[in-house]
């Protein structure tokens, strides 16, 4: 048969285009039924989806018809309904429906943001949000950042060049000559809640888990910046070098701030590199009644920005900014065929030096079109959402005879447990974890399990704003009643 018969790839001839239609109609019908299912999950268990789910690999293919109705049956049906308001167990948000026609044309166009010559209009625009994204933060005026995966590559792009610049500063080249000496004196600081890939990426360039030290939080989750004080006199007085301070805007669980203003001064007076993990809590730079938690950022020599949590944008999406656009030469690398001095020096504009990927989706058309169809006042108003509804889900709780709330929300979490009368830590900490995991495998609701001063604890992420109080009333009478099976059982 020849190819041209049956042509699979997406191009301009009547027969691709007729196929691409179809293809994209019938999976868009698919999710308007999965949309409409009243489940939040189907409920099946891990080893019921291994014995469901088979691959069919066949020498002639199945064709896109029947192939879209496999994907349909065997993973759609089967998805966790993150738009469901009793899904509130992670950072993990329900998306913009224009996020949903960004995705069409990021995927149909196929730019890839490495070099302009590959995505020449994206380039620009990708630029201009970042020159936009910048001023949101209170940075000055310029293009240094990039979007990014999400949180975990803007840490590591904060912390490596934290790295990079505390060698140079020492006349090292890390780029060049890789690590060198005493590696062990070498320190990062972050909160005892701040995220642990700030752990995973201290281990990936190569200073490992021990080269983070914890510092104290508050009652609140927070940093407390005495206990930073006092650790980087210590620090100072056993030899040990610390290469950068991570601070975070919005723990994980408790949704914290850390007082970006002070750990600024400390940073300052130590003169050490200031990340802010502004991952989640970053969403605030939109908001107009909670902006000013966030007063401090424009301190920090890094940011990292995730539009995948509360901006409501599909996965992946995220940022990172680097204040001086200087310290980009650190990571700088020159490809003859991408980011050439020629181009360079007639102002052809490349993104490649400024990622730590090659190849690039264009995520920065999603937060671009979000913005512009929402307009700041609507994205504000669902952000804003979150965090008021959570903190009238915790007034409630705490009027709950036998629910415990365990701190006052911050951003859009929840933290609290139900409390059986028993003093027995260990069998409270294993009914909440159980009534997690049954309310899971009924398909009813998805509520995160999570640890709060070392005890486990239930955690309500209301991220969606389609969700309000009534709501996440149904939702707590579902986590008693699972409770009381549990302890009759
Ligand atoms: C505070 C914080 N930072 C970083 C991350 C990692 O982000 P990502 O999952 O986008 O890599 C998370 C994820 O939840 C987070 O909560």
Redesign the pocket.
């Known amino acids: 048969m020849n190819v041209s018969d049956n042509n699979p790839i997406l191009s301009g001839s009547a027969q691709s285009i007729a196929a691409y239609q179809d293809a994209i109609e019938q999976s868009s019908k698919a999710v308007v039924e999965w949309l409409k299912q009243p489940e939040m999950y189907q409920g099946k268990t891990v080893e019921q989806l291994r014995e469901r789910i088979n691959l069919n690999f066949t020498a002639e293919g199945l064709g896109n018809q029947a192939t879209i109705e496999r994907a349909v049956e065997y993973f759609l049906k089967d998805s966790l309904s993150v738009h469901h308001a009793q899904c509130v167990a992670?950072?993990?948000c329900p998306s913009l429906v224009i996020s949903q026609a960004a995705e069409v044309l990021i995927n149909a166009t196929n730019q890839s943001m490495d070099s302009w010559d590959q995505s020449p209009s994206a380039t620009i625009v990708e630029i201009k949000l970042i020159e936009w994204l910048r001023e949101q933060v209170g940075y000055q005026a310029g293009d240094a950042g990039v979007f990014?995966?999400?949180?975990?590559?803007?840490?590591l792009m904060g912390l490596m060049l934290a790295r990079d610049a505390f060698f140079a500063r020492q006349g090292h080249s890390i780029q060049q000559d890789g690590l060198t000496g005493d590696l062990s004196k070498i320190k990062v600081f972050c909160s005892e809640s701040?995220?642990?890939?700030v752990q995973k990426n201290m281990a990936l360039m190569g200073l490992g888990y021990r080269s983070v030290t914890q510092v104290k939080t508050d009652v609140f989750s927070r940093m407390d910046a005495a206990d930073l004080k006092a650790k980087l006199a210590q620090a100072q007085a056993n030899g040990e070098q610390v290469m950068a301070i991570v601070a975070?805007?919005?723990?994980?669980?408790a949704g914290a701030i850390d007082p970006l203003t002070e750990i600024a001064a400390l940073a300052a007076e130590h003169q050490i590199w200031m990340h802010v993990?502004?991952?989640?809590?970053g969403a605030l730079l939109l908001s107009e009644k909670y902006r000013h938690f966030l007063n401090g950022l424009e301190l920090a020599d890094s940011v990292?920005l995730?539009f995948?949590?509360q901006f409501f944008q599909t996965?992946?999406c995220?940022a990172f900014l680097l204040k001086d656009a200087r310290h980009y030469e650190l990571m700088r690398y020159q490809a003859a065929y991408l980011n050439s001095d020629f181009d360079e020096e007639h102002g052809v504009p490349n993104l490649v030096s400024k990622s730590l990927q090659t190849t690039r989706r264009f995520d920065a058309l999603k937060l671009w079109m979000g913005l512009e169809a929402l307009g700041k006042k609507q994205y504000a108003e669902i952000i804003d959402n979150g965090v008021t509804l959570a903190r009238q889900v915790a007034e409630f709780v705490s009027a709950q005879p036998d629910l415990e709330l365990v701190m006052q929300p911050q951003l859009a979490s929840v933290l609290f447990r139900f409390r059986p009368q028993s003093d027995d830590v260990a069998f409270v900490a294993l009914l909440n974890q159980r009534i997690g995991d049954v309310l899971l495998a009924s398909g009813a609701a998805n509520v995160g399990v999570t640890e709060a001063d070392g005890v486990t604890c239930l955690k309500l992420t209301l991220l969606n704003p389609t969700v309000c109080l009534k709501d996440v009333k149904v939702l707590l009478e579902s986590v008693k009643q699972t409770a009381e099976q549990l302890l009759n059982a």
């Open positions: 992670h950072l993990h990014t995966s999400g949180g975990t590559q803007s840490n701040a995220h642990f890939s975070t805007a919005g723990t994980t669980d993990d502004a991952a989640w809590g990292t995730d995948h949590k996965i992946s995220g």
